[in-house]
């Protein structure tokens, strides 16, 4: 019996505006994420801006969504011979990951841990991530998983501003969870590095045009290179057009351009990547690719992209590996402090005004006139 785990990853940004109050939609969009007859041992789903800004500012919102889906994903996934369950949920303002494993398996350890790399310590960006160990064949295997969402733009500013948010995310993850190179790490998320030059209007679906961006200017492919940032993770081969930015359908459900082209807003990238550590150096990716962008896709300018690969058994030596019995942060508690205070002050802003738009302008002319007066 093989001791391979063959792991299901996804990654999703959904533009804030998914479309949770349509039953129909909600269970398409799973349908075409998720192969139905996959023979996975494990699912890792990560999602960026499932919900608006105002309502990841409240974590309980994100993770009733998340509850939500999970359910279905269960549904999608569960078969007359094999059944799954949820290993955990976790999520991180508008980031969220779902992780399954088959009934079968024995699940221990398991470790949640969120990181901050928003403006003043919000949860605008940043990476929320679930460490379990699983009994399979006969053996032990430890998987951390993360869903993150780094800096946005283009520029060398933003570029360096993405490098560290990766760094911060490995560090705190570290200080959380202990050292990962006894486990399989698997990184997803929209990582927002672009290509380093402006090509307009060139035919993204050539694969000699593929190939010849990412060997020369993907920005992810150069700083692994160079090993600034993932230089201990590995990428299988992608032979996908850019997943970033496609024009989309408007709220009205009107078409404002053809949802199937790029918005040249931004320069096409690919920014939404799923990685996996090269501790599982004999691993087998069976598939990589982007999901077809069919009318129930449309209302993201993303593309979600989907991993299928065979992680071989990891041999642990004697000695054990320690994990931080009381779990500490690098970021200070003033500064998380901080963060939540943002994230507040966003959350309720955009309540009062999607909810009660006349007492938002009340408030802030109330507000206004105390900080003129004080």
């Known amino acids: ?41 494990v699912y890792i ?12 500012s409240f974590s309980y919102v994100c993770l009733q969504y998340l509850e939500d889906l999970s359910k279905l994903v269960l549904n999608r996934i569960n078969t007359k011979n094999t059944t799954f369950k949820c290993v955990d949920i976790n999520c991180l303002g508008a980031i969220g990951i779902m992780v399954f494993c088959k009934e079968g398996f024995e699940v221990t350890n398991v470790l949640k841990s969120n990181v901050r790399c928003g403006a003043f310590y919000s949860s605008l960006k940043g990476a929320t991530a679930i460490r379990f160990s699983i009994l399979h064949s006969g053996v032990s295997d430890t998987i951390t998983c993360i869903s993150s969402h780094l800096a946005a733009n283009e520029g060398l500013i933003n570029l360096e501003k993405r490098i560290q948010d990766y760094h911060a995310i490995i560090e705190s993850l570290r200080n959380e969870f202990g050292e990962m190179e006894l486990s399989h790490v698997i990184f997803t998320g929209d990582l927002n590095f672009r290509l380093n ?38 990428e299988a081969k992608i032979e996908f057009p850019p997943t970033f930015k496609y024009h989309t359908i408007s709220t009205d459900g009107e078409t404002i351009t053809d949802p199937l082209s790029y918005n040249f807003k931004r320069q096409p990238s690919w920014c939404d990547r799923i990685l996996y550590s090269n501790t599982s150096k004999n691993a ?5 690719k982007s999901i077809p962008r069919t009318e129930v896709f449309h209302f993201t300018d993303h593309q979600a992209v989907i991993l299928s690969i065979n992680l071989p058994h990891i041999e642990v030596p004697n000695t054990t590996m320690e994990l931080s019995s009381s779990p500490h942060s690098s970021v200070s508690n003033l500064s998380l402090s901080c963060g939540r205070m943002v994230d507040y002050t966003l959350g309720y802003s955009g309540w009062l005004y999607f909810k009660h738009s006349r007492l938002t302008v009340v408030a802030v002319a109330a507000l206004a006139v105390f900080l003129w007066k004080s």
């Open 197 to 234: 030059e402006l090509f307009g209007e060139i035919d993204y679906r050539d694969p000699d045009v593929i190939s010849e961006l990412l060997e020369k200017n993907d920005e992810l492919k150069d700083v692994m290179r160079s090993e600034r940032a993932f230089s201990q993770f590995l």
């Open 45 to 56: 789903l990560g999602f960026q801006e499932l919900i608006s800004i105002w309502q990841g």
């Open 1 to 41: 019996m093989s001791n391979n785990i063959r792991v299901f990853a996804s990654s999703f940004n959904c533009a804030k505006v998914f479309p949770f109050e349509d039953a129909d939609s909600k269970e398409s969009i799973l349908e075409q994420l998720i192969p139905h007859v996959s023979h996975h041992d």
């Open 284 to 288: 087998t990716p069976i598939l990589y």
